[in-house]
């Protein structure tokens, strides 16, 4: 499959190059035009929606509002409620809000409307929606197996919220989506054959290039928020490389790292590892340390 994809990417850059070649090129005036929109493009990217992200401190552009993103999350949230069963276990749901509301008492976030639903479904999946709307299914308590697995997996999916990298992905979306523009608009007088490689040629570049590098730096960023999240919230950061252990021996048919959204499972631990001395100061300190918890 990487040998396909790569093979596809060379191919498609190659016959777009061999066009180029042939004569189809802007008028020198069109060729201005277009540079100094570009330039404007890439200096409104630079230049808007700058923020920092808690905990790691990485510079990230985003085009919304939080208001924005918080809206998106609830709507978003009322769907998935509708659409999916409650669990009727309620022993289960109140592990869930017990361990949902030790994490966004530290996560330092009380404008947001934290709600916690356990949902009735196999699938081995959680989520957080901006504004602290959190669902987890049942499916992953197996691998959770007890308060720190779950507080792994929840504290993680709290940490792409409080980092908003919902907006953050939506910016890249809409990035991408101008930068396309701006490069339809320089291939205008070229052939409809070399405009339809050279988009593909983008589309297929940005993807492996650029969205699932930044999907996965998401993920791993989460990572690393998450297990100080769970630490300060006085559940045992040991559990996190140990979750990530049992989750990967659950997970078959998984695709290669550079082709996945997600960083492999054997990357993630090893990740968490490193970050370990630095969780356990934290757990250290917190008044009220509860270990791993109850077993789910």
């Not at 809206?71 to 669990?87: F, K, T």
């Not at 809000?97 to 994490?103: A, D, E, T």
């Amino acid at each position: 499959m990487q040998e396909a994809v790569h093979s596809e990417m060379t191919q498609v850059t190659e016959k777009a190059l061999n066009h180029s070649k042939r004569g189809n090129c802007l008028s020198t005036a069109r060729s201005f035009r277009c540079l100094k929109f570009v330039l404007f493009a890439l200096s409104f990217v630079i230049c808007s929606g700058c923020r920092t992200v808690p905990f790691t401190g990485r510079k990230q552009l985003l085009f919304l509002s939080e208001a924005q993103e918080i809206a998106m999350g609830r709507d978003a949230y009322a769907e998935v409620l509708q659409a999916e069963r409650r669990s009727s276990d309620q022993r289960l749901q109140q592990i869930v809000n017990r361990v949902g509301g030790r994490i966004a008492t530290v996560a330092s976030k009380p404008e947001y409307d934290w709600e916690f639903t356990l949902l009735e479904s196999s699938k081995q999946n959680a989520f957080c929606l901006p504004g602290g709307k959190v669902a987890v299914y049942e499916g992953i308590l197996p691998v959770c197996h007890n308060e720190a697995g779950l507080a792994v997996v929840m504290s993680h999916e709290v940490a792409h919220a409080i980092a908003r990298h919902g907006g953050e992905r939506i910016s890249q979306e809409m990035r991408l989506r101008s930068l396309g523009g701006v490069l339809s608009y320089a291939m205008q007088g070229q052939s409809q054959a070399s405009q339809e490689l050279i988009m593909r040629a983008y589309g297929i570049g940005s993807n492996v290039g650029l969205v699932l590098p930044h999907s996965r730096r998401h993920e791993l960023e989460a990572d690393q928020i998450g297990v100080l999240l769970m630490a300060r919230a006085g559940y045992d950061p040991s559990e996190a490389p140990r979750f990530w252990v049992r989750f990967g021996q659950v997970q078959t048919g998984a695709p290669p790292e550079w082709l996945s959204t997600h960083p492999s499972d054997a990357r993630r631990a090893s990740d968490l590892e490193a970050l370990l001395p630095q969780a356990r100061q934290e757990y250290d300190n917190v008044p009220v340390r509860i270990g791993l918890g109850e077993v789910l």
